[in-house]
């Protein structure tokens, strides 16, 4: 009797932890069968860094920018968000990272 019951466990065990395993590979590994550029678009274009109603900071994962947005001086918050710098992220690490202008306003009126 004891080694019937035994027997039942083991089987019982060796069936959840195959379960288990396919479980495990379905949820690690989502992409299976799909091409590599299915998996790149799969991983969202842009995201939000920041965000304070007058602002807004984006990242471009595609290109690897981030961008800076943010109203007119002197205007409401909810006023249009303009685009004023850009900054590409692939010289992270170097000693010196350069800003890209655009659309800055001229502070000397």
Known sequence: MFKVFSTRILAVCAVALAVALIALACTSHPVLGR???AVQSSTPHYAVVMTEGHNLLVTDNATNKLYFYTIDKDKPIGSPLKLR?????TKVGADEIRITPHNVEKLDK
């Open 85 to 89: 710098a850009s900054v590409d992220l």
């Open 35 to 37: 091409s590599s550029e």
